[in-house]
């Protein structure tokens, strides 16, 4: 079958994209692809400037892969600066290599005169043996481990999280400027940033996968949020996934993120849910607090890099 490669469109091509990841995972059953709270993160979120001034700059850095019925099989698209990723149907891997040649000439192509290095990276799971050989193939190199792919099967008991007295857990009011400024201000503290305010957050809510009720903050005596997770739901595949899961630095070690989470997967669960994710790097104390969440099965996440 003939396979045509094209730019991104928009709107129309934002959906289709979504539903390559949807239907990579039912075949699947594993994030071999991005998940649908990555996709809308990484709009909604990471380029949120870029979508309060409808700019969407990153759209030039996608493109897609067709076959001979019009049916999206392949995405080339960035996350952060120097990176790219590889969206595939499970039946059309042998485009791999090809989407690679265009992410790398478009990753040249972008090459500012006075730079020495201009590295291009991607990632691996431990299990993706045919990636990690093409891209060894390609002159890439394996930088070890970055990070874990955690899962939790929502068929086992949810741990019991009691919370510190006068603390309590809800989910957000979107309509509410004081609860999105609340959370700006959290989100800020726990990751030592200063990009939210209640108007960024306010982007967050027009997110396609995006639910207030999976939205949840442990508030503190005193009103203001002390810690937070959003869990992203794919109702298809019946999948949860954690992103971002933080707390101030001063209500920490009192189990607000547990409790939180713990929550989460309540309600993840009486939504039909069977399975969450959460994404993680290597520090010992977080691995340790979703292990105690029942996050205790994962995927080995490994960086790969090549120089130009």
């Given amino acids: 079958m003939t396979i045509t490669s094209r730019e991104y469109r928009g709107e129309a091509d934002y959906q289709r994209v979504r539903e390559l990841l949807i239907e990579s995972y039912t075949i699947t059953q594993r994030m071999h692809n991005w998940g649908l709270d990555r996709w809308d993160f990484f709009r909604f979120s990471g380029r949120v400037f870029d979508e ?55 990753h040249q192509a972008s ?117 937070f997770c959003i869990v992203w739901f794919d109702e298809v595949n019946r999948y949860g996934a954690f992103e971002p899961v933080g707390t101030h630095p001063a209500h920490r070690k009192r189990g607000l993120a547990k409790a939180a989470m713990c929550e989460g997967l309540r309600r993840l669960k009486a939504l039909g849910g069977t399975m969450a994710y959460v994404g993680c790097g290597t520090d010992v104390a977080v691995n340790r607090l979703y292990e105690s969440v029942g996050f205790t099965d994962f995927y080995r996440d490994y960086p790969w890099q090549k120089d130009f």
């Fill in 52 to 106: 309060m001034a409808n700019s969407r700059g990153w759209e030039k850095d996608v493109h897609l892969w067709e076959d001979g019925f019009g049916k999206l099989v392949g995405v080339v698209n960035p996350e952060d600066r120097g990176t790219v990723f590889v969206q595939i149907h499970p039946d059309h891997r042998c485009l791999e290599d090809e989407m690679f040649d265009w992410a790398e000439r478009r």
């Fill in 111 to 227: 090459r500012p005169a006075d730079a020495d290095r201009w590295p291009l990276s991607t990632s691996v799971y431990d299990y993706d043996r045919e990636r990690a050989a093409l891209l060894t193939q390609r002159g890439y190199r394996n930088l070890g481990l970055g990070g874990y792919k955690r899962r939790c099967a929502l068929e086992r008991p949810i741990p019991d999280a009691p919370l510190p007295a006068g603390y309590s857990i809800r989910n957000i009011r979107g309509k509410d400027q004081r609860d999105l400024a609340k959370w700006a201000a959290v989100d800020n503290q726990a990751f030592n940033i200063t990009k939210h305010t209640a108007e960024t957050v306010q982007v967050r809510l027009r997110a396609p996968t995006y639910r207030q009720d999976l939205d949840l903050v442990a508030v503190a005596p005193d009103g203001t949020f002390a810690s």
